[in-house]
């Protein structure tokens, strides 16, 4: 037997129904709002994410997909939708035909990351990108906008933490002070943030290792250190997230895994999933766009994980609204046919088991879970009549032909 390959999943009909659901009431939401759908291939220049993420980064350094395509050229299955689609932004001069771009994705991601519970090798986000504006009621409005798609699918323990990275100007002077007081906790910090103290100081805070965070404990906070310009903002943002009636908590911790933001950040959790509880993330990127060689211009998004979004609702079932074609007879399965095709091209969801005796027919039309069954055999042929059976009750009535569909959708509408 070939198996599928570790950490990708197959999406079996049975959970189709939650995945729509989803996909749905996300795409509804961003209309809401106002934003436009953008897809973008899969498979990009290796080099776009080295740019874009930063190659000091988890994802960068050791999860992507990267290989050589047969030109030898290096191309990597996107680990994310950011990166993907500003360069579509800007290689179609977007920004240049309207300066405001609010842009949804929706679709797999790759990372080469330990499987487990809610963390897999191929995973799907439903991303959100907003450039072209930087004020801190737009940080709101996007944080709310994230807000709004979890409450619309009804998930419950959900929280919405924020914090604030600052900008070129500020975040240095933390960065030192952070390098500073690691330095002296050095021997607690696990090889990998060893190195990055010198190179990214910030990721020892994001760190999960046990002793790292032992080590981040009492360690210098970043909203000491942003500058008044940077400060002001993160107080807009703050104010406004309540005006708003969205529910927060600032985390001086969240500093997220990707190198490209500034300013604000935020992460929403829920509880139910185990360890990996982050449903989504994002944050302000205002030099993104620029070091992505498009025009200065800033930008926000965020992105949530759809696995974990559907491990956490409830189970979903399709609509059962339709009608079973059951038939007695070659002659009046042939014509159980056309029948079948008239109620599909009427709009009425139909389904037959016509390679089966009548018998299996109607076990088939009991569990197909429509309520009704038109019923065909040698005496609704000659008088030129359907029997419809209501698959509740039991009770059957005689239609004639020329009026089964009409009769059909009056007992479905009911
Ligand atoms: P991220 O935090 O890397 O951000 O991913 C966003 C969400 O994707 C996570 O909160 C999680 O729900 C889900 N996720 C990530 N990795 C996995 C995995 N291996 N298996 C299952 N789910 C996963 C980004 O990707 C940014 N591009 C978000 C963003 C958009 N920032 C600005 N714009």
Redesign the pocket.
Known sequence: MITGIR?MNDILPADIPQWRLVEETARRIFGLYGFSELRSPVLEKTELFLRG?GEDTD?VEK?MYTFADKSGASVSLR?????S?LRAVIEHGLLGQEPIQKLFSIGP?F?Y?R?QK????????I???RLGESGPLIDAETLCLAYDIASALGLSGVELEVNSLGCPSCRPAYQQSLRAFMLTRRELLCENCQRRMETNPLRVLDCKADSCRSAAAGAPVIEDYLCPPCRTHYQGVLAALTALEVPFAKNARLV???D??TRTTF???ATGLGS?N????????DRLIADLGGPATP???????????IMLLEPVTASGKGCFVAAMGDDAKEQALSLLTVLRRSGVRSEAALDKTFKVQMRHAGKSGYPLCAILGGDEIASGTVTLKDLGSGEQTSVARDRFVEAVKETLDR
Not at 118 to 125: A, C, L, M, P, V
Not at 299 to 304: D, E, P, R
């Open positions: 950490g993420m994802v999860q680990p994310e939708a950011t990166a689609v991601m990372r990351e499987p809610g963390r897999y090798r191929q995973f799907h986000q991303n959100c990108e997220r895994g990707l490209y933001y992460e929403i959790s990996q982050a449903i989504a993330g994002g944050g302000r990127y930008g926000i998004g965020f992105a949530f994980g759809m696995e974990r979004l």
